[in-house]
């Protein structure tokens, strides 16, 4: 999966990618979908703002990857930090849920609108505007990943373990993905900063 992103006019950028890397983009998107859950969809007879306006929780997310995705903002230190980064998620994580669902779709919505060229493969073109949505959701999966697997500093550098798994692994396939999300997502960043 050597598909890297490459700069575009007007401030986008493309890639191509084969048959394979499309459906393994789009299932890791489904699945960061499922993860994230539904949004805040008003009851009926409800007002659509107030519903977009409601609080959100106040504890953080008991599963290790959605806790890393929705972090503490103050650190639970002591009971005052606790409260204070209770009282930060309660007003913010809706609307931080909504923005990670936004990207992820966008990515599930450019690669379902893709055309297949010839040999199985496609390239993705994405104006200035959707690459933020790819670079937010690029990054979520990485989190989501790098969390299930535990992933330490230690582990991406240069001689870290992640680059000498066994094949026999059961690991080696999200080890894979994991990596290949984070060349797309550097070659990406690579295409949008300025010369």
């Known amino acids: 999966m050597a598909g890297h992103f490459e700069a575009t006019p007007g401030g986008g950028a493309s890639v191509a990618l084969d048959e394979v ?12 979908l499922e993860l994230i859950g539904p949004g805040v969809e008003p009851a009926e007879g409800e007002d659509p703002l107030a519903a977009q306006c409601s609080e959100g929780p106040s504890e953080p997310p008991s599963d290790p990857a959605l806790a ?5 903002a103050y650190g639970d230190e002591d009971k005052e930090l606790r409260e204070a980064s209770a009282e930060f998620r309660r007003f913010t994580e809706n609307d931080l849920r909504t923005r990670k669902r936004e990207d992820a779709l966008a990515v599930v919505r450019s690669l379902d609108a893709l055309a297949p060229v010839p040999d199985d493969g496609a390239v993705l073109s994405l104006a200035a505007d959707e690459c933020r949505h790819w670079l937010g959701s690029l990054n979520d999966l990485r989190l989501t990943i790098g969390t299930r697997l535990e992933v330490s500093d230690e582990d991406e550098g240069q001689d870290g373990s992640l680059y000498r798994l066994p094949d026999s692994d059961p690991r080696k396939p999200m080890v894979m993905a994991y990596l290949w ?3 797309l997502q550097e070659t990406l960043i690579e295409t949008l900063m300025p010369d």
């Open 181 to 183: 999300l984070g060349a």
């Open 68 to 72: 890393r995705l929705f972090p503490e």
């Open 21 to 32: 890397e499309v459906a393994i983009l789009r299932s890791l998107a489904v699945q960061l």
